[in-house]
């Protein structure tokens, strides 16, 4: 595999911030995806890095450092409905490599 | 709006059948993907195909064999179903643009059980 590493679990309540960081191997590297995927649902894409920096895109940001072979994902002003699993995907070539992904609980 | 759709969400089979799961996706993209995704493993790919009648193996293609004789259907097939091939199972397809973003599009998945 591509050792994509990521936490299994995360809680936080209701309007506040979440970070969930994503680290992989950095050879072949080209580019990072983030994922949503909601119980029972496909994943659906949240945002793609390929170069160093922060994209922002509303209340999700993504990050990502090719030389340390890091991301993360930031969400902001948590709502309920953010409640989900989070997967970082490492891009060769067409081909993704995913990480077992985040579950995020979101609490009153 | 890209649409994966894949031909059943549940399936239940016998060990030794064969399993036959169909995905059509209406975005002419080239790319078309087979994952499996179980619990604390995430996706992993077991089959892709760049091009009608192109296959190349993914990470766990042992026991699956798939066909793509046209360019919006990818069938996955398990020859002889086991029990360790209760899963769920999701298509996904992709566009190669000159962007290089290739998001995959997925579809809403088949979870099949194999008793």
């Known amino acids: 595999g591509q050792n994509i590493d990521q936490p299994t679990e995360m809680t936080a309540t209701e309007g506040a911030i979440v970070q969930i960081n994503c680290t992989y191997q950095?050879?072949?590297?080209?580019?990072l995806f983030w994922y949503q995927q909601h119980a029972g649902e496909a994943p659906t894409f949240l945002s793609y890095n390929v170069l160093d920096g922060l994209e922002e895109k509303g209340r999700f940001s993504s990050f990502l450092s090719r030389s340390k072979g890091y991301s993360y994902l930031l969400l902001k002003e948590l709502q309920m409905k953010d409640s989900a699993s989070y997967l970082c995907?490492?891009?060769?070539?067409?081909?993704?490599?995913f990480g077992a992904g985040t579950t995020v609980t979101v609490r009153a | 709006d890209v649409k994966v759709t894949q031909s059943s969400r549940y399936l239940v089979k016998r060990t030794g059948e064969k399993v036959f799961l169909e995905c059509v996706q209406d975005m002419d993209h080239e790319n078309m993907f087979w994952y499996r995704q179980d619990p604390g493993l995430g996706l992993r790919l077991i089959y892709f195909?760049?091009?009608?009648?192109?296959?190349e193996k993914g990470d766990i293609p042992e026991g699956y064999s798939v066909s793509r004789e046209k360019k919006e259907r990818f069938s996955l097939i398990l020859e002889s179903a086991s029990t360790n091939q209760t899963s769920m199972y999701l298509c996904?397809?992709?566009?190669?643009?000159?962007?290089?973003?290739?998001?995959?599009?997925f579809g809403p998945g088949t979870r099949l059980t194999v008793l």
């Open positions: 950095t050879s072949g590297f080209n580019g």
């Open positions: 995907a490492r891009r060769d070539d067409y081909k993704l490599s």
């Open positions: 996904a397809s992709s566009f190669v643009g000159t962007g290089g973003e290739n998001e995959q599009f």
């Open positions: 195909s760049y091009d009608v009648k192109m296959k």
